[in-house]
């Protein structure tokens, strides 16, 4: 039996200004406990813009929300002349518990390599944060056969250079490229096929307490008609979810199903 408990994260993209997210947030929270939903169970977190990561804030702490929050990504760097970057401290400082780093469309439109990766999980973790470590092959690599082996190289890339200790805050989600957005939702099998190959590297890497505490989720087209049929794989901890996260109803939906 698995101790690691599941999360749903929502990665809001660009979506929400501080005003939409505040009223996000509190019809989410009414939805929940109008359900009864156990926030120990599963845990809930949402990935605002920047600019509305402080009134997710303001929210969680007035009203003592079971409720994490974090950033989309973050500079590598940690102060001074870098127009328009955010710091690790600065997140930290907001009370945010997760950055999402390399995200496909981060390594799309914007010029963010494996270097700069690595420099970024590092920056989260420095300031006392976990990545969420986005990792996953298009269709180009899965019509080569080669998507495990691309995936896995992937998280590699970026642990080769962590000790044990660091390696053990990571939340690994498990994203092709060809799912996100397109409702080409990956099969259970698929998701926990590369789950457990990401798994197994880590025990190889590290060891298997490593490999046990890290939580690995799947993303890519997730919505409440999939989510309960994924989440029983058992090396899949939960969800990565886009569009899906914009509506109240339906991440209402996908957590009580997670
Ligand atoms: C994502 O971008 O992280 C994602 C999984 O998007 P969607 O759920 O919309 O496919």
Not at 51 to 75: C, K, W
Not at 181 to 203: E, F, H, K, S, Y
Request: net charge negative; proline share 3%; glycine share 6%.
């Amino acid at each position: 039996v698995s101790k690691r408990i599941p999360l749903v994260a929502g990665n809001w993209k660009m979506n929400f200004d501080h005003l939409e997210a505040t009223y996000f947030v509190q019809k989410l929270v009414w939805l929940l406990r109008d359900a009864h939903f156990d926030y120990h169970r599963c845990e809930i977190a949402l990935m605002p813009s920047f600019t509305s990561i402080r009134s997710v804030q303001v929210l969680v702490e007035a009203d003592h929300l079971n409720i994490r929050y974090g950033a989309q990504s973050v500079s590598v760097t940690t102060q001074g002349a870098f127009t328009g970057d955010v710091s690790a401290d600065m997140l930290a400082a907001l009370g945010c518990s997760y950055v999402i780093v390399g995200h496909s469309e981060r390594r799309k439109y914007h010029p963010e390599d494996d270097a700069n990766i690595v420099d970024q999980v590092r920056a989260v973790l420095t300031a006392g944060m976990q990545p969420i470590l986005c990792v996953g092959e298009s269709y180009e690599e899965r019509r080569q056969g080669i998507e495990l082996d691309f995936a896995v190289g992937q998280v590699h890339d970026v642990t080769r250079d962590l000790s044990s200790d660091q390696a053990a805050k990571l939340i690994i989600a498990y994203e092709p490229v060809w799912a996100i957005g397109t409702g080409m939702v990956a099969t259970p099998q698929t998701a926990q096929d590369a789950a457990r190959a990401i798994r197994n590297d880590l025990a190889a890497t590290f060891d298997t307490n490593v490999a046990d505490s890290v939580r690995i989720l799947y993303g890519g087209s997730v919505s409440s008609k999939n989510a309960a049929e994924l989440i029983s794989e058992p090396d899949v901890d939960g969800f990565l979810i886009g569009g899906a996260a914009l509506d109240t109803d339906e991440l209402a939906a996908i957590a009580r199903l997670t």
